[in-house]
T-cell receptor, first 111, second 111 residues
Framework: QKEVEQNSGPLSVPEGAIASLNCTYS??????FFWYRQYSGKSPELIMF????GDKEDGRFTAQLNKASQYVSLLIRDSQPSDSATYLC???????????FGKGTMLLVSP | ETGVTQSPTHLIKTRGQQVTLRCSSQ?????VSWYQQALGQGPQFIFQ???????GRGNFPPRFSGLQFPNYSSELNVNALELDDSALYLC??????????FGQGTRLTVV
């Protein structure tokens, strides 16, 4: 079982729709959770982080965390073609420990 | 712009050679982590430095080594390059266990 799993996609949504990206993790010691966006050929860009169960909203983005189910999701409302990218889920156990990434989900938003 | 700068941006080396990649961390950040991202994969943790000491290492052979300097900048050295070392090498800086921000990456091609 991989530590962080994501559906590789592509996930295709029309412009203006809600895109839902999902991530599961195996280590119950994971304490913090991150979503990065990565455009082709570029480096990952931090867009959201969440530490507590529940929802966290930032503009068009909402991160959801359910530690009991070991599940993290990212919702993107009013999706735009510029949101087309690979979205990486990453988890961290805490302290100065490092990030463990999933393989990423490719999102395609069509005009 | 994350304030994390990596050099060079692209590099071509021959199998068996050695390479040094450099990273300047964001101002005020004291922790630097290095990741390797192969095509189509998520970033894989190589090692992390906190206040000039290595405090975590991923599943990479000893020919991957690093340094962190008093100004918190860092180097990644790879000896005896292999074809499979071809990847995007990412440096991330953070303030301790805070959010990690990536530089633009170094694309290494080994021929």
């Amino acid at each position: 079982q991989k530590e962080v799993e994501q559906n590789s996609g592509p996930l295709s949504v029309p412009e203006g729709a809600i895109a839902s990206l999902n991530c599961t993790y195996s280590d119950r010691g994971s304490q913090s959770f991150f979503w990065y966006r990565q455009y082709s050929g570029k480096s990952p860009e931090l867009i959201m982080f969440i530490y507590s169960n529940g929802d966290k909203e930032d503009g068009r983005f909402t991160a959801q965390l359910n530690k009991a189910s070991q599940y993290v999701s990212l919702l993107i409302r009013d999706s735009q073609p510029s949101d087309s990218a690979t979205y990486l889920c990453a988890v961290r156990k805490g302290g100065y420990s490092t990030l463990t990434f999933g393989k990423g989900t490719m999102l395609l938003v069509s005009p | 712009e994350t304030g994390v700068t990596q050099s060079p941006t692209h590099l071509i080396k021959t199998r068996g050679q050695q390479v040094t990649l450099r990273c300047s961390s964001q101002s005020g950040h004291n922790t630097v982590s290095w990741y390797q991202q192969a095509l189509g994969q998520g970033p894989q943790f190589i090692f992390q430095y906190y206040r000039e000491e290595e405090n975590g290492r991923g599943n990479f052979p000893p020919r991957f080594s690093g340094l962190q300097f008093p100004n918190y900048s860092s180097e990644l050295n790879v000896n005896a390059l292999e074809l499979d070392d071809s990847a995007l090498y990412l440096c991330a800086s953070s303030l301790g266990s805070g959010e990690a921000f990536f530089g633009q990456g170094t694309r290494l091609t080994v021929v």
